[in-house]
């Protein structure tokens, strides 16, 4: 069961993340510059629905595997941070 958990945050990490590049780097230029606002309102349901799986995920890995509080807070950061997932998994990933 832990490393089915590990292997979901894993891979959900990696989504959130990229999909928040995706909005920042290619949906939002769109927007302002090509008058394509519907890019962000795709892009963003889905960053929005992976950031809030993300946390989640986050939340049930610090309750199973009794993380310390300032780990929990580094995942939870990260989700906000262009590029912070990467960071978290490689940084903690054992």
């Not at 894993?10 to 090509?34: N, T």
């Not at 008058?35 to 349901?45: D, N, Q, R, Y």
């Not at 989640?56 to 610090?62: L, P, T």
Request: net charge positive; proline share 5%; with cysteine.
């Amino acid at each position: 069961m832990q490393t089915s958990l590990q292997n979901r945050f894993y891979w959900i990490g990696i989504a959130e993340a990229i999909s928040f590049i995706a909005l920042l780097c290619i949906a939002m230029p769109l927007k302002y510059f090509a008058g394509m606002p519907k890019a962000v309102t795709v892009t963003g349901m889905a960053h929005g629905l992976l950031f809030l799986a993300y946390l989640y995920i986050a939340f049930e890995c610090a309750q199973a595997f009794k993380w310390p509080a300032g780990k929990t807070a580094l995942a939870f950061v990260a989700a906000i941070i262009p590029f912070g997932p990467f960071w978290f998994h490689k940084r903690f990933d054992k």
